[in-house]
């Protein structure tokens, strides 16, 4: 397995600002992704994130709304661009160490008021 | 377009009853499936899996069942116990890819 940790674990945020979400790894992994959780609906799939690479975003993600870097095998960012209240969710990292198995961190709960 | 469902956002058992958690598919080339427990201000944590080469899997309490033909799977936990209230989500994907594929989860609560 793998443990994780991600920073912070919740914030408040006024409206147009940007957070930045950071995700800890006890152990090198080349996949990491992003996950976003809605009030109310699935884990949905922001971005995949590998070292050494530009991240991958999923349809109806884009680079400026959420810029993420992954500097090492350790660790990545995400970053929650000019927010809006709509932003409000659980945002989640994953790793994929082993094949067809993936490892959550406990997640970022996020509110833009 | 969600390609897992999960139609059953809540469900509420007795302490010692068998818990029944269902999920639907839609996307045929889906080949792997698995199950995460998530606690309040936990992130998900992997419970059970199967291929779709088995029909069942089982681990302790729980055991997967797998329909392919309906494409339709299911997680029993017997005997259901308080500490397994949880959200349970089920995930799928195709092992020829990364991603998975989640439903919206179910509301497990097991009352004492």
């Known amino acids: 397995s793998a443990v994780i940790s991600q920073k912070p674990s919740r914030d408040i945020c006024q409206r147009g600002t940007s957070l930045t979400i950071q995700c800890q790894v006890d152990s090198q992994v080349t996949m990491m992704f992003w996950y976003r959780q809605q009030p109310g609906q699935s884990l949905t799939l922001i971005a995949t994130a590998n070292q050494g690479s530009e991240a991958t975003y999923e349809s109806g993600f884009v680079i400026d709304k959420f810029p993420i870097s992954r500097p090492n095998l350790t660790f990545s960012t995400l970053t929650v661009s000019n927010m809006s209240p709509e932003d409000s969710s659980i945002y989640l990292c994953?790793?994929?160490?082993?094949?067809?198995?993936?490892?959550f961190g406990p997640g970022t709960r996020l509110t833009v008021l | 377009d969600q390609q897992v469902k999960q139609n059953s956002p809540s469900l509420s058992v007795q302490e010692g009853r068998i818990s029944i958690l269902n999920c639907d598919y839609t996307n045929s080339m889906f080949d792997y499936f698995l199950w995460y427990k998530k606690y309040p201000a936990e992130g998900p944590t992997f419970l059970i899996s199967i291929s779709s080469i088995k029909d069942k899997n089982e681990d302790g309490r729980f055991t997967v069942f797998l329909n392919k033909s309906a494409k339709h799977l299911s997680l029993h936990i017997v005997p259901s116990q308080p500490g397994d209230s949880a959200v349970y989500f089920c995930?799928?994907?195709?092992?020829?890819?990364?991603?998975?594929?989640f439903g919206t989860g179910t509301s497990l609560t097991v009352i004492p």
């Open positions: 995930a799928a994907s195709e092992t020829t890819g990364n991603q998975f594929y």
């Open positions: 994953s790793v994929q160490p082993f094949y067809n198995e993936q490892f």
